[in-house]
Structure formats: structure tokens, C-alpha cells
């Protein structure tokens, strides 16, 4: 019954430990998933086949399967780092939104005749400046209010997705076009593919950067030192000289640039436009993410390329055995509940042993 | 009399499009009294409107679906309060988890029944009721015709949980543990029962609400047919000040915003734009009463 605030979940148990119930829980949950595939007469075993090789069968899989994490990646290194500093961010949904519409519309607002070298980072820069807008409020809001942060992400999120819904709807349709999306991008400002005949970009090595920058600003910089602390004991923090409310909106703003970023290289990376509502709940995925990669920068990776594959192999395996391709929402459900759940693995583990 | 009669139908189509955010929102007021905050109302909703049309086909009874619904709600609220209140589980979090956990097991049940991605096929659908002689009346009798059943029972919901929060032993007990866990459980309050009661009675009429959408409003299952209902709903419990009256009043001013861009086409309100002010609002009225809201001091706080 102690009142706590904050997330320090990362901190508490030892990395061995946590390492092996994030393995327990992920264990866990596709055994439960099988069991419902059993239950409503699919083969689980021939189903997980099909999900491997949708995800890692092939040259063009595997690029699918990295193609689906690059996004997942940046919101796990955001909602990772709003834990961090003992926030969380759950309007990276909103976030992304904001993000991939305003580098959008820059990039095609532009002139023609500037060099790309120029406009592209403009375009990316004015993106990532809107979902710093986007989070740095639930930050300041949080901050000043003491306000839930959870309840303002929750309807900024839907304010952002909505909004560019108008705004693509209203005055930035594509010409001739069915579905509501942007005119498609210059081909100088699209990130050149990987592996040909995919979707598979550039984007990939910014998102492995920015986990190298993630993990450069805790380990080594002063800032990183003081979000830290912040989430550890923000009274403390306080006490220690730490400035609570401007790290705290600062964290919020940095978290919010970090999952803009899923959207801006959807839109110059994967897609080459805008699409209205291109996120299948990326921002919420980062929760998951976040938490099972226990805020460290290759956990992170690793988690985002997981659900990357489930997300690839998901296609294949509901061609194959007939499953529905939503079945990896239902995994994807379940880690997060167990892993958020170390109590419950512990009790299993403890019934077993006694 | 024209204008009398546009005046009814706003009225009507305003109560029906209510319904679902009303009955979660009362939910969700029952479950924040308590000081427990359930994001995964969406989710419940979504798999309350599913338990509805998987019982209606079986059964072959709409009503059989509502009760369906309500026992899918009791099941999945036990299973949150087992996590969040016996393992200590995150909040937050586990909403979340079920949210997404629901999206995809409601599609993928969907499909090993009728073998469709995302849709299902027809069931049996609740009859609507006229009042007798009452309808016969001129213009007023329209109210009184073809009516959900579930109009009257969502206002009856919310007056009795009004009732029993404000004016009952259980419900003063149940906002004082929302208010003070510590202080009510020193004075003898089992806090653990009231809190899984509280989630367990919130996530039925959730999942109630969903059912409407299902059963009710039309007669089949698609793919996230709550549609961000239940975050409305969350909402709609902020603005109505954690009160189930309040609660049922913001959802008629949500449902209303919907309602005049139906019946006034001439309007010409973008859907985005009618959408988006539930949230504009919640968010103007939390930001305007900042630190003086009517929240329970220890919301999300076990």
C-alpha cells in the first residue's frame, strides 16, 4: 500500500533476473497462444512454422521483419526513455502522428529547386520539433498540474490522429486518389532502399543510431545522470539539485522526438507519403517494447525486431493455416501483461518448485 | 412542427449514440471511486460487443448475447483485478495489454467461427419496444416508438449507481478507500473485496456497452467496432466530475456533437472535427480545473 509514483521497475530487480522473466513471459505467452489455436482447432505447430518463415524464411522476409521494427524501434527507445525518467509516455501514437504529418506537408511545401541535402534534414527536423511539441505539453501539463499524464496522452493521441485526418482529408489529398494520403514525396527526399524490391530502408541504420545515442546520453552525460535520478526518487532528485520541472518536460519533449521519428521515416523511409492513419497502434507497441527490453538500448532493439517479426510473419501464417493475422495483436497483448506482471511468473515458478 | 419533430429525432438519435460511451463511463466511475484506473475499457468493451454476437449466434437470442456480454465483462474484470490488485501489476500497463490483447482475440475468434477477417456474420439482433397508446401521441409518440430497451436501462444504471455511491453504506465506503486505502482499511473496510467488486461491476457495464454496439445498434461483429468509445468514455467519467450522473451527462454532450453533424448534413462538420471535440473538451476541463479536480486523492495508487 506505499504510495509510488513513479516507474523505477527498471531499477529494482537485477538484470539477470529481469532478463529471465522478460524470456519466461515471452515463453509464456506464445504457450498460451498456441493453447487458443489448439482450442479453436488451428495447429499451432504448423502455425508457428509459418510465422518463422514469414519472418526470417528469406531474404525478403527478414527485410520485412527489419522493416517492421525500424518504427517499433524508435518507440520503444521513447517510451524506454520517459520511464527512465520515471514517466509514461503513452501518446507516442499521437506523437508519431505529428511527427510524420508535419515533415510531410514540409517536404512538400518546400521549393523544388532546393537542394536535398537541405530540405530533407529541414523536413525531418520540423517533424521531430512537432512531436517534441506533442509530448513536451503532456510533460508541462504533468510538470505544473500534477495532472495524470497517462489521461492527456490518452486525448492527445486522439486529437493528433484526427487532426492530420482533416488536414490530408481537407487540403493535402493526393490527386485521383482513393485513400486519404499525400501527394507522394520528391524521389530525392525518399531514403533509398536496402534490399531491392523492399521496403526495407536507410531508416534502419537512424533508428540503430539513435540506440547508440540512447545509450551514449545515460552513460555519459550529465542530463542523462539527472533523468535518471528523476526517476528514481524525484523528491531526492529535487533536493539534489535537479531542476524536476524542466527535465521533466524536457524528458517528455525528447520522448516525444524520439517516437515522431516512427513516423517521420514511415512517411520518407516506408512509404514515400503520408497515409492518413498508417499506424496499426505503433505508439502502444513501444509500451511493450520498452518494457521488456528494460529500458537498455539493444534489449530495446531486440524486443522491436521480436515484434517485428511477429508483425512480418502474422501475413504468412493466416495465409498458410488459416489463423487470423491479427493473432499477433493477442501475443503482442499478452507480453505486455505478463511482463508487467513479475509477480505472477514468480508465483508460477514458485508452485512448480514446491 | 417541423422544427419540433427535427428537435425529437436530435433528442433520440442523441440517447441511442450515447448509450455505449454512458454505460463504460459509469463503469469507469465505479472502478475510479475505488481509486483502481482501468485503461483497458476499450478492450473490454470490444470483447463485451464480441461475447454478444458469439452468444446471439449460438443461442440464437439477442438477449442471451447481452447476458453473454455482461458475464465476459465479470470474467475479464476478475482477471484484471487478479493482476492488478493480487500481483501488483502496473495499471496503467495491463489496460494496455488488454487492449491490445482484445483487438486481436476478438478478430481471431471472429474468424474461427464464420471464417471472415474481421467481420462475422449476422446474428440476431434486440427488438426495439413501442409504448403502448403512448405512441400516439403526435410528434412526442415518435419517442415512445421502435426504441432500444436499453435506452431506459442505461438511465436507470446510472441513477441507481448514483444511489448507491452517493447515499449507500457500500458506496461511501467504496469513495472512501479511493480516497484514503490506508485510513479505510485501518477502520475495517475489506479494501481488496470492494476494489475487485468496484472493477468487476464496472468492467460488465462496459462490456455492456459494447454489446449495444454489436446486438443492439446492428447486428454483427467487425473489426474495432468500439472505435476509441472507451477512452471516450474515460473521458466522459472525467468531465462528469467522477460521478455517474455527470458521467451519463457528458456522454449525452459527446453523443450530441455526433448527432447534430448526422441531422444537420447542411453543417457540413467534418467527421474528424465532430470527433475530436470530446477530447478538446476533457482536455480544456482538465487543464482549466488543473490540481482542484474532483479526482480520488489516490487514483491509480494501491
Known amino acids: 500500500m506505499k504510495p509510488k509514483g513513479t516507474f523505477n521497475l527498471f531499477a529494482r530487480r537485477k538484470d539477470w533476473e529481469s532478463l529471465w522473466y522478460s524470456l519466461l513471459a515471452i515463453v509464456f505467452s506464445f504457450l498460451l497462444v498456441a493453447l487458443i489455436m489448439l482450442a479453436m482447432g488451428y495447429n499451432p505447430i504448423n502455425a508457428y512454422a509459418a510465422l518463422f518463415r514469414g519472418s526470417f524464411g528469406s531474404v525478403y522476409a527478414i527485410s520485412l521483419t527489419l522493416c517492421r521494427s525500424v518504427p517499433l524501434i524508435f518507440v520503444g527507445l521513447a517510451v524506454g526513455f520517459a520511464l527512465k525518467g520515471g514517466m509514461f509516455n503513452i501518446g507516442g501514437e499521437g506523437q508519431l502522428y505529428m511527427g510524420g504529418f508535419t515533415s510531410a506537408v514540409t517536404a512538400l511545401i518546400l521549393p523544388q529547386g532546393m537542394p536535398v541535402f537541405i530540405s530533407l534534414p529541414l523536413a525531418i527536423l520540423a517533424g521531430m520539433v512537432a512531436g517534441m511539441v506533442w509530448g513536451g505539453a503532456i510533460g508541462l501539463i504533468k510538470a505544473k498540474l ?209 | 412542427m417541423e422544427i419540433l419533430t427535427t428537435m425529437v429525432n436530435l433528442l433520440m438519435m442523441t440517447f441511442r449514440l450515447s448509450i455505449p460511451i454512458a454505460l463504460a463511463a459509469i463503469g469507469v466511475t465505479i472502478s475510479e471511486r475505488s481509486g483502481v484506473i482501468n485503461l483497458g475499457i476499450e478492450g473490454i468493451m470490444l470483447l463485451g460487443a464480441m461475447g454478444a454476437v458469439v452468444g446471439s449466434h449460438i443461442a440464437g437470442s439477442a438477449w442471451i448475447g447481452l447476458f453473454v456480454a455482461l458475464a465476459t465483462g465479470v470474467v475479464v474484470g476478475g482477471l484484471y483485478a487478479l493482476f492488478v490488485l493480487g500481483f501488483k501489476a502496473n495499471q496503467s500497463v495491463i489496460g494496455i495489454g488488454l487492449n491490445s490483447l482484445a483487438s486481436g482475440l476478438t478478430v481471431v475468434t471472429v474468424k474461427s467461427i ?104 446492428s447486428n454483427l461483429f467487425v473489426n474495432n467496432m468500439v472505435a476509441g468509445r472507451g477512452f471516450m468514455a474515460i473521458a466522459a467519467n472525467i468531465l462528469g466530475g467522477w460521478n455517474p450522473i455527470g458521467a451519463l451527462l457528458a456522454s449525452l454532450l459527446f453523443a450530441f456533437t455526433q448527432a447534430l453533424r448526422f441531422q444537420f448534413s447542411y453543417i457540413q462538420m467534418p467527421e474528424q472535427i465532430s470527433q475530436l471535440i470530446p477530447y478538446v473538451i476533457t482536455l480544456l476541463v482538465l487543464v482549466g480545473v488543473g490540481r482542484k479536480a474532483k479526482s480520488p486523492a489516490k487514483l491509480g495508487v494501491l
Not at chain 1, 150 to 179: D, P, W
Not at chain 1, 188 to 217: C, D, E, H, K, R
Not at chain 2, 114 to 128: A, P
Open chain 2, 114 to 217: 464464420w471464417n471472415k477477417e474481421g467481420i462475422s456474420g449476422t446474428v440476431d439482433q434486440l427488438e426495439t419496444f413501442t409504448v403502448p397508446l403512448l405512441h400516439k401521441i403526435p410528434t412526442i409518440g415518435t419517442m415512445m416508438t421502435d426504441q432500444s430497451p436499453l435506452i431506459p436501462i442505461t438511465l436507470f444504471v446510472s441513477l441507481f449507481a448514483a444511489y448507491v455511491l452517493g447515499r449507500t453504506k457500500v458506496g461511501l465506503r467504496l469513495t472512501s478507500i479511493g480516497e484514503h486505502p490506508l485510513a479505510a482499511a485501518t477502520a475495517g473496510i475489506p479494501v481488496m473485496r470492494y476494489r475487485t467488486l468496484a472493477i468487476i461491476v464496472g468492467s460488465a457495464l462496459a462490456a455492456l456497452g459494447g454489446a449495444y454496439l454489436s446486438v443492439v445498434h
Open chain 1, 146 to 354: 500534477q495532472i495524470n499524464e497517462v489521461i492527456v496522452a490518452i486525448m492527445l493521441n486522439y486529437i493528433a490522429q484526427l487532426l492530420t485526418s482533416f488536414f490530408v482529408n481537407k487540403y493535402f489529398m493526393a490527386k485521383g486518389s482513393m485513400t486519404p494520403q499525400t501527394e507522394i514525396l520528391p524521389a530525392g527526399m525518399q531514403l533509398p532502399n536496402i534490399v531491392a524490391n523492399s521496403q526495407l530502408t536507410t531508416s534502419l541504420y537512424i533508428a540503430l543510431f539513435m540506440g547508440v545515442v540512447y545509450w551514449f546520453v545515460f552513460r555519459h552525460t550529465v542530463f542523462g545522470y539527472e533523468v535518471n535520478a528523476l526517476g528514481n526518487n524525484p523528491s531526492a532528485a529535487g533536493t539534489g539539485g535537479v531542476h524536476t520541472v524542466r527535465t521533466t518536460v524536457l524528458v517528455m519533449a525528447f520522448s516525444g522526438a524520439l517516437a515522431s521519428m516512427a513516423g517521420i521515416f514511415e512517411v520518407f523511409g516506408t512509404y514515400g507519403r503520408f497515409i492518413d492513419g498508417f499506424s496499426p497502434g505503433i505508439g502502444f507497441t513501444g509500451i511493450a517494447i520498452a518494457f521488456i527490453g528494460q529500458g537498455k538500448p539493444l534489449g530495446i532493439i531486440l524486443a522491436a525486431i521480436l515484434f517485428g517479426s511477429l508483425q512480418a510473419g502474422a501475413m504468412q501464417m493466416s495465409l498458410m493455416e488459416g489463423v487470423s493475422a491479427h493473432i499477433d495483436k493477442v501475443i503482442q497483448g499478452l507480453v505486455i501483461v505478463f511482463i508487467a506482471t513479475p509477480n505472477f511468473i514468480r508465483y508460477l515458478l514458485n508452485r512448480k518448485t514446491r
